[in-house]
T-cell receptor, first 115, second 113 residues
Framework: EPEVTQTPSHQVTQMGQEVILRCVPISNHLYFYWYRQILGQKVEFLVSFYNNEISEKSEIFDDQFSVERPDGSNFTLKIRSTKLEDSAMYFC?????????????FGPGTRLLVL | AQSVTQLGSHVSVSEGALVLLRCNYSSSVPPYLFWYVQYPNQGLQLLLKYTSAATLVKGINGFEAEFKKSETSFHLTKPSAHMSDAAEYFCAASNTGFQKLVFGTGTRLLVSP
């Protein structure tokens, strides 16, 4: 069964460093998402992406964050200068179509620790 | 703004007992509702979803959920728990005009022999 994959599974970085989290969505999906979960808190929406553009973003997704689809298979989340509060589990998701009824398929997550 | 509340961060049941995980949403317009399960070291897997076609929704692994507009609830049930059901369960909602899912805090289901 097709699945969303994410690399790395864990990343440790120093505060102020740039990190890139990578995702490979399901191959025929056109809509891509990033969510994060700070330890002990809710899973929060960060951004959605379609046709090489951001289609929706939350207030969390500030200028420190960017997303990109550099090729036909990868979808990346870049944090330009990491802060301690960026430590979280980051989930990538994809869906075949758009709309609130569409199922979003999630990857296993990347656990980011900022020291 | 849409919010989702899951009562109980942990629920413990014995194997063979009824599983009931609670989810309430806040919205004057009934949203689309989802239950996801997360097993250790895995991604969120869809159990079932409500898209207004039927109020009783059957999902995978014997789970089902009933949408009750009057109670703004979408509780997840399973008649008989198995050890393999031990996982974290997330309720989520989405609304027309938005792509994002709004999640509850999650409920960890513990199943004892």
């Amino acid at each position: 069964e097709p699945e969303v994959t994410q690399t790395p599974s864990h990343q440790v970085t120093q505060m102020g460093q740039e990190v890139i989290l990578r995702c490979v969505p399901i191959s025929n999906h056109l809509y891509f998402y990033w969510y994060r979960q700070i330890l002990g808190q809710k899973v929060e929406f960060l951004v959605s992406f379609y046709n090489n553009e951001i289609s929706e973003k939350s207030e969390i997704f500030d200028d420190q964050f960017s997303v990109e689809r550099p090729d036909g298979s990868n979808f990346t989340l870049k944090i330009r200068s990491t802060k301690l509060e960026d430590s979280a589990m980051y989930f990538c998701a994809s869906s075949e179509g758009t709309g609130p009824q569409e199922t979003q398929y999630f990857g296993p997550g990347t656990r980011l620790l900022v020291l | 703004a849409q919010s989702v509340t899951q009562l109980g961060s942990h629920v413990s049941v014995s194997e063979g007992a009824l599983v009931l995980l609670r989810c309430n949403y806040s919205s004057s317009v009934p949203p689309y509702l989802f239950w996801y399960v997360q097993y250790p070291n895995q991604g969120l897997q869809l159990l079932l979803k409500y898209t207004s076609a039927a109020t009783l929704v059957k999902g995978i692994n014997g789970f089902e959920a009933e949408f009750k507009k009057s109670e703004t609830s979408f509780h997840l049930t399973k008649p008989s728990a198995h050890m393999s059901d031990a996982a974290e369960y997330f309720c989520a909602a989405s609304n027309t005009g938005f792509q994002k899912l709004v999640f509850g805090t999650g409920t960890r289901l513990l199943v004892s022999p």
